[in-house]
């Protein structure tokens, strides 16, 4: 039984940093993607930024592309994302989901449907 927790959301003022945490516990695969997915209020949900578990290869979304960062810290069980240079269009509900597979190409583990368990999000509010 997987649970992810996300945490680090909080305000922030454009142009900020913040960064978000996921904890992971239960059977996480050892060759599958992990990311982070956003949804802004009245927004479709969307995917910023992948790794997988294996061996912590990334992929980004040009909209976060050399301002996020993701991480996995395979010891403490935690995937992370670093966000810089934050935009005040990207208030959003952040997750951290995980797949049960890696994806070819890696940008499919951001499409919609791919990701099969969810943690709860945490909110992240950015303001002018």
């Given amino acids: 039984h997987v649970q992810l927790v996300e945490s680090g959301g909080g305000s922030v003022q454009a142009g900020g940093s913040l960064r978000l945490s996921c ?5 996480i695969s050892s060759s599958a993607c992990m990311g982070w997915f956003r949804q802004a209020p009245g927004k479709a949900r969307e995917g910023v930024a992948a790794a997988y578990t294996g061996d912590a ?5 040009d909209s976060v592309k050399g301002r996020f960062t993701i991480s996995i810290d395979k010891a ?9 240079s934050q935009k005040a269009e990207t208030t959003a ?5 995980t797949g049960l597979a890696t994806a070819a190409p890696m940008s499919a583990c951001l499409a919609p449907g791919f990701m099969n368990i969810w943690g709860q999000g945490t909110q ?3 303001s002018p």
Avoid: E
Wanted: glycine share 4%; aromatic share 12%.
């Fill in 93 to 97: 509900v952040y997750s951290c989901p």
């Fill in 57 to 61: 290869s990334t992929y980004y979304a």
């Fill in 76 to 84: 403490k069980h935690t995937i992370s994302l670093q966000m810089n």
């Fill in 124 to 126: 992240v509010s950015v």
């Fill in 23 to 27: 904890a992971a516990s239960g059977d």
